[in-house]
């Protein structure tokens, strides 16, 4: 892989959602919404990058649903 796909940033903020278990994986979930779902599947840097979660917690307020975060 090149190089420039190790290059980060990071965003400010802190994310809202709490980490729970998803059919016996972990996860991080934001919001609640029980007709509604996002499942965001994370890229290299894993799950718990905080970029990531803000994402999670960004889409799930737009679009008024559950974000689900899965440790894969």
């Known amino acids: 892989m090149s190089e420039c796909c190790f ?15 998803l059919a016996g994986k972990n996860v991080y979930v934001t919001r609640s919404n029980s007709e509604a779902a996002i499942m965001l599947i994370h ?5 718990t990058l905080p970029n990531l979660r803000l994402l999670a917690d960004h889409y799930a307020c737009e679009a008024d649903t559950t974000a689900y975060l899965a440790d894969l």
């Open 7 to 21: 290059k980060r940033f990071e965003w400010q903020g802190t994310p809202v959602g709490k980490e729970a278990t």
């Open 43 to 47: 890229d290299l840097f894993g799950w």
